[in-house]
Nanobody, 120 residues
């Protein structure tokens, strides 16, 4: 069974930086895309950044120029480099893996989430 493990969240002040990490392990799969989502209490989980296996990346407008998604396909890892963090960046960040599993097709996997809190 594929599992995702996230790390790197924490409490920072506005203007500071954080890097989130996510590693996928277990099972046999081909990565289609790895992404980061953010969820604020009482709201939906929204896409922050995504990176596909062919090198395409996309970002939410609110983080463009401040956040960068980086993949290490050799290690099945994805990072979210976050700079100049703002209070609106606060939330639980979830790693997502869109993978192709032999004989099963597309499957979505989620990490447990890591809290990022930005204080003013």
């Amino acid at each position: 069974q594929v599992q995702l493990a996230e790390s790197g969240g924490g409490l920072v002040q506005a203007g500071e930086n954080l890097t989130l990490s996510c590693v996928a392990s277990g099972g046999t799969f081909n990565t289609v895309a790895m992404s980061w989502y953010r969820q604020v209490l009482g709201k939906e989980r929204d896409l922050v950044a995504a990176a596909t296996s062919v090198g395409f990346t996309t970002y939410d407008d609110s983080v463009k120029g401040r956040f960068f998604i980086v993949r290490d396909d050799n290690k099945n890892q994805v990072f979210l480099q976050m700079s100049n963090l703002q209070t609106d960046d606060t939330g639980v960040y979830y790693c997502n893996l869109d993978a192709l599993l032999p004989g099963q097709g597309h499957k979505d996997f989620w990490g447990q989430g890591t809290q990022v809190t930005v204080s003013a």
